[in-house]
């Protein structure tokens, strides 16, 4: 596998990461502030 695929690899899976922990977020807060949550997005 060239650098350049392995570095792919990786970007993708680290946006995995950052989907996985946003949506985890997402489900402990927006019980408690809807308000809030849709004024940052």
Known sequence: MSSLE??????????????????????IWKPRCKRRTFRLI
């Open 6 to 27: 392995k570095e792919r690899q990786d970007f993708l899976s680290t946006i995995e990461a950052l989907n996985e922990a946003h949506s985890f977020d997402s489900i």
